[in-house]
């Protein structure tokens, strides 16, 4: 109960029903906590990661997929303090053509009791344009319901607080938006969990092999080749093959804000035929788990270099051409080609600028930032005029990297001359680039303090209760 300090009156707590017990689990509190704690003694001894960002579990009932949600989550360290847990999932009532966030509820039920939601962080992203909440798309939705017995368990008293949404849109723009909104909360202080199953109704045979496919997608990180397969897939003509993952566009919407650094661990495979024992017709399930690396140790070998320097030229080539911008083929080259992290191109001619821009933010791939930025020096700096062909031979390249953002809690992880400082508040961000120290005479206060003030309009001081990250430039 909640009382109202002005008027006195009281406010009841909203709670979602558990509207799933008794159907996808066990409605008795003593029989589901038994289950649950069996399924997850299954997997007592297995590595848990501290360094855990999100994991995919399946969403069936217990009986079939259980054992394989149980993998996933006892890969998580249940000790570590994390400040909420966003659940995405499906819709599997409604087409919403967007995504939900249930800001109405305040708990979710159980039989094992309630679970928090953490209104404030819900109603916040429910703000964009890209987010709304509506009601039916939760009422009887057990994607996410059937998580919750199983978080309960794993964490106990120190569960956090829950932020629901489910997510119903086949517009890549939209699942776009919807990743950029999340990508401020997809920090190693948070947990992601994704709901879904995959391949639905195929024969056993089919399922294990459309579902090796998808796996094997999700492993590379890259999203591009998930949605590749899905596709594919589709094409195969397995019969009764209704769908490979029910939960693709929360998948998406996690791989979208996904770079370089991180690490995706396949963790389990079953589907229900190895349950039942039925083979005609079968659901896959997998789990995943989503490690976050050290952006510390961000480095580009000599051949990264070699071929980004490829790529800029091939850029401007290409533009010459009046061709679009040629795919690189990366083969199997250093995933950091494929980090989302910001570039600037300078172009010198005789040893005087012909061009220089930049793009910062990690929103694409590095190898296509470069080509991008090569193209925008030669032809778009307003400074200079369009690069001729006739002065590709004399023409330097000399791009810097910006390495992933990392973020900080406290100034004494910022060092002057080697970070670039980027600070964000709310819709307002700002950021100076590492050698803006070698051009003034600033102490590390001043060099923030400056960017807090004439870069994100923050004011002097505004920096002290935004969000910082740093990054440094690889110039070559």
């Known amino acids: ?20 017990a008794n159907r996808f689990y066990t409605g008795d509190a003593e029989e589901l906590r ?12 297995k590595t848990q990661y501290e360094n855990m960002a999100a994991v995919i579990v399946p969403h069936a009932g217990y009986y079939y997929s259980g054992n394989v949600a149980a993998s996933a989550y006892m890969s998580i360290d249940n000790k570590k303090p994390y ?5 995405l999932g499906p819709s599997h009532h409604e087409w919403l053509n967007g995504a939900s966030v249930n800001t109405e509820a305040d708990y979710y039920a159980t039989p094992l009791g309630n679970v928090k939601v953490d209104h404030e962080t819900a109603v916040k992203i429910s703000e964009d344009s890209a987010f709304f909440y509506r009601p039916e798309a939760h009422d009887r939705e057990h994607c996410l319901e059937v998580q919750l017995p199983f978080l309960q368990r794993r964490f106990g008293e120190n569960l956090p607080p829950i932020v629901p949404i489910i997510i119903s849109t086949n517009d890549y723009q939209k699942l776009k938006r919807m990743a950029e909104v999340l990508t401020p909360y997809f920090t190693d202080e948070n947990l992601f969990v994704i709901s879904s199953d995959f391949s639905h109704y195929p024969n056993y045979e089919d399922a294990c092999e459309v579902d090796a496919r998808t796996g094997k997608a999700i ?23 209704a769908t490979s993952a029910c939960g693709q566009f929360p998948i998406i919407t996690l791989m979208l804000m996904l770079d370089g650094y991180y690490e995706v661990k396949h963790l389990m495979y079953q589907n229900s035929g190895d349950i039942s024992g039925d083979h005609s017709r079968v659901v896959g399930y997998h789990s995943f788990a989503f490690l976050r690396k050290d952006s510390t140790n961000f480095v580009l070998s000599d051949e990264d270099k070699r071929l980004l320097k490829e790529i800029a030229l091939q850029s401007i080539k290409d533009s010459l051409d009046g061709k679009p911008i040629t795919q690189p083929d990366l083969g199997s080259e250093s995933p950091v080609l494929s980090s989302k992290c910001g570039a600037f191109v300078s172009l010198h001619k005789h040893g005087r600028l012909r061009g220089c821009i930049g793009h910062f933010g990690e929103d694409y791939p590095l190898y296509e930032i470069v080509a991008q930025m090569a193209r925008a020096a030669a032809f778009e700096d307003p400074r200079f005029s369009p690069v001729r062909r006739e002065e590709l031979e004399d023409l330097d390249i000399e791009i810097s990297v910006l390495t992933p953002m990392r973020r900080i809690q406290s100034l004494d992880e910022f060092e002057l001359h080697r970070h670039g400082i980027y600070i964000r508040k709310g819709y307002r961000s700002g950021t100076f680039l590492p050698q803006v120290a070698d051009e003034v005479n ?18 002097w001081n505004g920096w002290k209760d935004a969000e910082l990250y740093v990054y440094e430039a690889i110039v070559f």
């Open 442 to 459: 600033w102490t590390k206060e001043e060099f923030v303090g400056h960017c807090s003030q004439d870069k994100a309009g923050l004011g």
């Open 1 to 20: 109960m909640m009382m109202n300090a002005c008027d006195g009156q009281t406010k009841q707590a909203v709670v979602r029903p558990a509207t799933q």
């Open 219 to 241: 492993e590379t990180g890259r999203v591009e080749e998930f949605i590749a397969t899905i596709e594919a897939n589709e094409r195969l003509g397995k019969r009764n093959l």
């Open 83 to 87: 400040k909420r847990i966003f659940l």
């Open 34 to 45: 038994q289950e649950v704690d069996s399924f997850l003694r299954m997997h007592h001894g």
